[in-house]
């Protein structure tokens, strides 16, 4: 049995964001920070899968994307690549917090 603390996973900053191996708990605090990095990075279109469920994951991201003074507007993805799965938002690269 091991006793050391977990390490931090690193996580790809491409603008796809797939929340399914993430404790639900950590997402409150995870889509500020990936926005943040896709700013730094000048990635201005994000596209966030949290999956269809019972929806509430998804009302967590929207709520934080609500907040963030870096998006523009975010949608249901349409089409075949996720409904209402996967959020897409747009940033606006030009607003720093």
């Known amino acids: 049995m091991c006793d050391e603390p977990e390490k931090p996973r690193e ?5 796809t964001l797939d929340l ?14 990936y926005i943040d990095e896709c700013v730094r990075l000048r990635i201005d279109k994000l596209r966030i899968i949290h999956g269809k469920g019972i929806g ?9 994307l ?11 993805e349409a089409g075949s690549g996720g409904s209402w799965g996967a959020t897409v938002v747009d940033l606006n690269l030009s607003n720093k917090k």
Not at 11 to 15: A, E, Q, R, S
Not at 66 to 76: T, W
């Open 11 to 15: 996580l790809p900053i491409d603008g």
């Open 56 to 64: 509430t994951l998804r009302r967590i991201v929207h709520a934080a």
């Open 66 to 76: 609500e907040r963030h003074p870096a998006v523009g507007n975010y949608r249901h």
């Open 20 to 33: 399914h191996t993430f404790d639900p708990r950590d997402v409150k605090d995870l889509i500020p920070a």
